[in-house]
Each structure stands twice: as structure tokens, then as C-alpha cells.
Nanobody, 125 residues
Framework: QVQLVESGGALVQTGGSLILSCKSS????????VAWFRQAPGKEREFVAA????????DYSDSVTGRFTLSVDNALNTVYLQMTSLKAEDTAVYYC??????????????????WGQGTQVTVSS
């Protein structure tokens, strides 16, 4: 059983930066595809970024490409989401998720078996 804990959410100004962390209770690389999703008030949870189970491939939504970057620290069982040039529309609760059935990470919330509790990111304009 994998347990995920996100941290790093905060209140920042437009144009600012944050680094979110997703720490696993156990070893997740290699083996698990890991993704970040976000959910703004009144909206559905949406895909943000994902990294493949061997860490060789990443996928970003169009809205964050060029601004957000994924990285992994295998020794700490942690996946990081570095966010720069933040916009008001990035305001949401950010969740990390993991699964190990697929060869490549999915953009669908329904494909992920393990979820963290979320961390709030608020970008003030």
C-alpha cells in the first residue's frame, strides 16, 4: 500500500514560484507512474503533469507547459512539482497520485489508485 503526502502549498503573488512535494511511504521509482492533478472550487479535478514509472518521460498539460517542472528524488521517495510564473488561474488544491498498472502515465483521474490529501495553492493577483 502506497501512501502519498503532499506539502508545499502556500499563498503567493502572481508571477511567483512554489515547489510542491509528494512524498511516498514506500519506494515508488521505478514502478509507479506518478501524476499531479489540481482542483479549483466548483471545477473538476484536472491533470497537471505526470512522470513515467521509470522516470524517463514526463507529460504536462498545455496550461502549465514551460512553467511547471517535475523532478524526482529516489532516495527520499519524493516527486517535486516546481511551479514558476504562477497565475491566478493556478489557484487550486493540488493532489499527487500514483498507479503501477500502466506502462505510461495517464491523464485520467480514474487511472490512479493512490492519492494524497492535497495541498492548497493560492495565487493572488
Amino acid at each position: 500500500q502506497v501512501q502519498l503526502v503532499e506539502s508545499g502549498g502556500a499563498l503567493v503573488q502572481t508571477g511567483g514560484s512554489l515547489i510542491l512535494s509528494c512524498k511516498s511511504s514506500g519506494h515508488i521509482f521505478p514502478g509507479y507512474n506518478v501524476a499531479w492533478f489540481r482542483q479549483a472550487p466548483g471545477k473538476e479535478r484536472e491533470f497537471v503533469a505526470a512522470i513515467s514509472r521509470d522516470g524517463s518521460r514526463t507529460d504536462y498539460s498545455d496550461s502549465v507547459t514551460g512553467r511547471f517542472t517535475l523532478s524526482v528524488d529516489n532516495a527520499l521517495n519524493t516527486v517535486y512539482l516546481q511551479m514558476t510564473s504562477l497565475k491566478a488561474e493556478d489557484t487550486a488544491v493540488y493532489y499527487c497520485a500514483a498507479e503501477r498498472r500502466r506502462l505510461s502515465p495517464s491523464r485520467s483521474v480514474h487511472e490512479y489508485d493512490y492519492w494524497g490529501q492535497g495541498t492548497q495553492v493560492t495565487v493572488s493577483s
